[in-house]
């Protein structure tokens, strides 16, 4: 990757608010020209086909149409958003030989168009990072606004060390791959950027973050009931040998055909690190256990619900005034000593 080229200063009129323009090169045969915003001076661009061409009878095309610029170099005008792909071709029989892309930056750059503002975790961003375990791979996502909006470039990196990324077909998003596992408090943040690109437009979008913070675990397995136990089993893909920090589980039950968001039966909500609840014997309704897992300690979001849907847990015919003692002797534990919890 090439850093910064050059400091290009372009003045035609007196009355321009900046005539600063930074060009960089993000990778190879990209050029961008980072501008402020507002009124602002037309800029000069300096071109070249290659070394191995300056002999040759080269003429050039901007975004595959010709134009009438000839010769292995040249310098173009680029006014407001008027850049493009720049592409030399040998005269006599249009053969392709290089090109270069030519980006537009604002900057600041604080005014995006590109990408939709998407709500999680604790603020509003535009970029969504999360991970299922600690193993060290993470996806991030995005939503374009532009239908021909493209990635140009995904950088992560740790402490400097680059992070593998590999770009989703569709351009909505990215799954990253940290190798080695996270057994230790993590002490150094992931540095994530995305450069998207629409025309000549280019927008750069990032996110900092601690792997702990974008854990959510899946959804808790094998759920059942033994005897008087409602059971379950850690998420499919959570690895132990790379979890750091070890699961919580957050259990209720609900109506029968509440969704698991609704509020729970008369018992409060459980936060429990173990992976069993006790239940009654007696329930002469229908309901739903409800189970969601979680990284302890971290603050990060839980994971999706799964649940269970039980019938009866006995056969045993219970009347109403059961039913009332019962709810008496859970409600008023004083009142009997064997009161069970939910």
Known sequence: MRGLLALMVVCVASNFVSCVVTIYSPMDKVLVLSVPHGPRAPSNVSLVCGEAYKDQDVVWKKNGQSTRYVGNQLTVRVEEMMAGNFSCHLRHDGSYLNHTLVLVQLNPDNETVLLEKLSGGSDTQHILCSGHNYSGSFDCRWI???????????????????????????????????????????????????????????????????????????????????????????????????????????VKRVQQGASCQAPALKEKTEIMDVKSFHIYKKKPKKYVFCVRAQASYTGAPWGEYSELSLPLITQVKVTEAE???????????????????L
Not at 210 to 234: A, K
Not at 327 to 339: D, I, L, M
């Open 144 to 250: 374009k606004k532009r239908e021909n909006a493209a990635v140009l470039l995904v950088k992560a990196e740790r402490n400097s060390t680059a992070i593998a990324c590999e770009v989703e077909a569709d351009g909505s998003g990215v799954r990253c791959n940290e190798r080695g596992c996270v057994k230790l408090e993590e002490s150094r943040v992931i540095d994530f950027s995305v450069y998207i690109y629409s025309n000549a437009r280019l927008e750069k979008y990032s996110r900092v973050f601690f792997l702990r913070d974008i854990v959510i675990p899946g959804r808790v397995t094998n759920l059942r009931v033994e005897g008087e136990s409602f059971l379950w089993e850690e998420p499919e893909f959570w690895e132990k040998p790379c979890s750091f920090y070890k699961l919580q589980f957050e």
């Open 323 to 341: 039913n009332e003692k019962d709810f008496r002797e859970t409600t008023h534990p004083a009142a009997k000593s064997s009161t069970a919890s």
